[in-house]
């Protein structure tokens, strides 16, 4: 997996694997961020994926609470899309995740 990581507006873009073994990495790349950022990440070049992106989605979540700010998912893959509208979990997710095609 490779990532990038832009000025504010912040934006990280993923390529690759987001998996168990690099879903690590992104996460202490956005512990990084300033609290109350706006931040982007980037899926469009993202391959694999398993639920380890789910879990990193539901921590933005959560950061994104807890800092009073917001996480935009850029094409984000059809199979976490579809997990997390099949646990019910895009209300919970809606006040704090946008999810841009």
Sequence with gaps: MTRTESQPPHTIALSGSLTMQTVGAV???VEQ???GCELTLDMSRVE???SSALA???ALA???HDAGSSVTLRAL???IAS???IYGLS???KPYIQIDA
């Design 56 to 58: 990193l989605i539901t």
């Design 27 to 29: 996460y202490r790349d």
């Design 83 to 85: 997990v997390i509208h």
């Design 91 to 93: 209300d919970i997710l």
């Design 33 to 35: 961020m300033p609290d």
């Design 77 to 79: 893959p059809k199979s």
């Design 62 to 64: 959560r950061k994104a």
């Design 48 to 50: 694999t994926v398993d």
